[in-house]
């Protein structure tokens, strides 16, 4: 998948996973973490409005290991820092307010 000018890979096992990879997460610092490296002033630069276009369950993000390889995307060429586990916390909270799988 072409990405903002980066190629971006999804393996196999990425598709596959499923909501209870983020069992364990820590959905207080993942929203804390959306509003300290500014997501959502981010996505709305790119997609208008409040940004929440962004999202689109339909869309290409169509499993929860892809929303987490996608928060890792923006991770890495956003250069955040995140931990792993950060990631996790950051999908975790996306998956529930907006993609919602199971």
Do not use: W
């Amino acid at each position: 998948m072409l990405l903002g000018g980066s190629l971006v890979f999804f393996s196999t096992a990425t598709r596959a996973q499923g909501a209870e990879i983020f069992k364990d997460a820590n959905l207080a610092l993942g929203e804390k973490l959306i509003a300290e490296h500014k997501c959502v002033a981010c996505h709305a630069s790119k997609v208008g409005g409040d940004g929440s276009a962004m999202y689109k369950p339909l869309g290409k993000i169509n499993t929860a290991g892809l929303l987490r390889g996608m928060v890792e995307m923006c991770n890495t060429s956003m250069n955040l820092g995140l931990f792993p586990e950060e990631v996790s916390d950051v999908a975790a909270v996306l998956n529930r307010d907006h993609y919602k799988f199971k």
